[in-house]
């Protein structure tokens, strides 16, 4: 949306709330925790999502939009700056919490809330939502940094009415282990991939991930509600979209598809015209990251786009050519230490596994605990039940190096990294990642020492976790 040089003028000095020279819209983030693309609008089957389903009719629908980390603190922290998390330290999962770790954010680099600040907007992440809703937010931020001063303004949905333009955020838990919400889903009629076993406990497991969709699109459907009833509907951008890929056995905590990708629908308000790119009522297919997410609504927002922003707007006037590439990290989560670094294009998904000794099945108390297909597998395998390609996530070591054709191999289960005839692909697509992770400064070449770790994680314990392998560039 343009505005005139004096409005940019005084937007880079930061508005007075309440005296924006010219209206600009509200922004409004609606987060889910741990999931992927699983709604009706997707394709999906089971699940009741009539409010999203809508949502994506009434906006737009992204197929490819992707996390840059597979589990919340990394990836929350790379959304909320617009930065990789491996460049600015904030890469194994809840580390650097207190004042026993502090780790201020990078010279030059800001948290989303204060560069919209700067433009003149009001910030909340809301909690207190109006009695009619029947919850609360969860006020998630979970971010693998220290920051001084407040991170937003409110925490009150009621303060959103009379402060304008507002940038605010929900997040909603329901499809975080332990999933919740009424039983709808019939496990007979779900979707199993083929790296899990068909079985009645992972069947029921997928049904109640399901449920917890429908139980999130419920309350989705209050929030809109209460945006029109307040009258904020016209004016507000509605965002939805996961913080990290779907809770199950390869999917959070990994980087194949299913732990990276997640919805992210946009519904623009009539009161504002909609910006270059978007098309009401469509899908968009192009490869986009999370930390586009930042850079966008700060274009959209007529604010400045922090120069070292490595994420791209990719709508409006400043949106840039569509990517080439998108990246993705995993590091030490929990007690479990891993490096792995991937890598995608339009067709194909590429693995670098810097830690091939630790096993997929690694300890790790949270997947033990909360994943019925996570023992099942070791159950299964040991009685010799397994087929291929789930005997493989039973293996003692992980391969090296793993590229898949997404097209021909959806559930990459086909690891074509060592074949002569994907060679040039495989070569082509390990440059990429090689340059990505020179030209970003991943910091998880270094591994965490045995002390950072007993520190972040109180409850590793060096006989039996895996130890990091000496650190590879």
Known sequence: ??????????????????????????????????????????????????????????????????????????????????????????????????????????????????????????????????????????????????????????????????????????????????????????????????YEPDHPLVREDRARYLDAASELDRKIGLILRQLKEDGLEDDTVVVFFGDNGEAHIRGKQFVYEEGLIVPLIIKWPKNFPAPKHFRAGGTDDRLLMAIDLGPTMMALAGGRIAGKMQGRPFLGDQAGPPREYVFGHRDRCDMTIMRLRTVRDARYRYIRNFTPHVPFLARNEYKENSYPAWNLLKELHAQGKLTPPQAALCAPSMPEEELYDLAADPHQIRNLAGSPEHKPIRDRLRAALDRWIEETGDQGRRMETMKEIRKAERRFDPEKDWRPAPSRP
């Open 1 to 194: 949306m343009k505005i005139s040089a004096a409005a940019a003028a005084v937007l880079m000095a930061g508005t007075t709330i309440g005296q924006d020279p010219q209206p600009r819209p509200n922004f409004l983030w609606l987060i889910a925790e741990d999931f992927g693309p699983h709604l009706g609008c997707y394709g999906t089957k089971e699940v009741h999502s009539p409010n999203l389903d809508r949502l994506a009719a009434e906006g737009a629908r992204y197929s490819r939009f992707y996390t840059t980390a597979p589990v919340c603190s990394p990836s929350r922290s790379a959304f909320m700056t617009g930065m990789y998390a491996t460049s600015i330290g904030a890469h194994n999962h809840r580390s650097h919490r207190g004042k026993e770790s502090p780790n201020p954010l990078p010279e030059g680099i800001r948290l989303l809330t204060d560069l919209m600040r700067d433009a003149g907007y009001f910030t909340a992440n809301v909690r207190d939502l109006p009695t009619a809703c029947g919850f609360k937010g969860t006020g998630k931020t979970d971010w693998n940094f220290t920051i001084e001063g407040k991170p937003f303004d409110s925490y009150r949905w009621e303060d959103l009415k009379s402060r304008r333009p507002f940038f605010a955020q929900i997040n909603f838990h329901e499809t975080h282990r332990k999933f919740n919400g009424e039983r709808r889903a019939d496990p007979s009629k779900v979707d199993i991939p083929p």
